[in-house]
């Protein structure tokens, strides 16, 4: 267990008294004690423009909003653009719960939930939150240049927020493949990082495109993607993606899979 667990000041936004008392006693469990509980979308708005919290738990359904609407409300206002969120919700309809993912939610969480889901969730928030180890690369980290790709605003700056603490500072976005193509053909990069779901290109065909027609085929690409569909992903494994990351991801996890994509573009 991280020891800052304990430093971790919680709002949870729960209309049911039953499951608040219930995450509560969880995150106790965490050493988590500095919680506080409120039962509405208002509520919640009202409380972190007072005084953001170090992290945002939220149910799905709430009396005036659900976890989506106010996951987008949050990355609207950039003061809270960056608060690190979670849901929690019995949910499982991915075109219900592709949202969350889309707006750089730090974890999903299912009703119910173990205490080491709910540990990984903590350890992905404090991740967020806390200073970074840099990437270890034979690099020049500020001068390393990374292409996102994906179609939401929100994906884009979680992703950018998450590399920041990783010392990357150079960064190219689009939102799309078509755009992401028109880029390359006349800028260099170092590192491709795309979603699999767009409009006008998605990310199988902007990996095709890559490996096969532009001058920088040998490029690593990392898809981070809310993508389920295993023959889908398949094919772009085949295409020649270097890596592929789940959304929501664990800062750790896209930090590993960074400096082994790299590596293999240096040997």
């Given at each position: ?32 004690t ?9 509520a919640?708005?009202?409380r ?9 738990v ?15 409300a ?19 309809r ?38 970074h ?20 605003a ?28 028109a880029?390359?053909?006349d ?16 990310g ?20 981070v ?43």
């Open positions: 267990m991280s020891a800052s667990y304990h430093d971790l000041s919680v709002l949870l936004v729960e209309p049911s008294p039953v499951q608040a008392r219930i995450i509560r006693d969880q995150l106790a469990g965490l050493d988590v500095r919680v506080e509980v409120v039962d509405s979308g208002a919640a708005l009202a972190l423009r007072e005084r953001p919290p170090s992290l945002t939220s149910a799905f359904y709430l009396p005036d909003m659900t976890g989506v609407d106010l996951i987008h949050l990355r609207a206002e950039p003061a809270l653009a960056d608060q690190p969120f979670v849901l929690i919700s019995s949910e499982t991915p075109q219900v719960l592709n949202p969350i993912r889309q707006s750089g939610a730090c974890a999903l969480l299912p009703k119910p939930f173990s205490p080491a889901q709910l540990e990984k969730a903590l350890r992905a928030a404090t991740d967020l939150i806390e200073p180890e840099m990437l270890e690369v034979d690099a020049d980290l500020e001068r390393l240049r990374v292409l996102l790709v994906d179609d939401s929100n994906s884009r700056h979680f992703i950018r927020h998450v590399l920041g603490n990783l010392g990357i500072e150079e960064f190219i976005e689009a939102a799309d493949g078509k755009q992401a193509v880029i390359l053909a800028t260099m990069v170092d590192l491709v990082i795309t979603d699999y779901n767009m409009p006008e290109m998605d199988r065909a902007l990996v095709e495109y890559i490996r096969q027609q532009s001058w920088q085929s040998s490029v690593p690409i990392l898809m993607t809310s993508e389920s569909n295993m023959s889908r992903l398949a094919a772009v494994e085949q295409a020649g993606v270097s890596a592929i990351c789940d959304k929501p991801f664990e800062p750790q996890t896209i930090k590993r899979l960074i400096e082994r994509a790299l590596a293999g573009r240096e040997s």
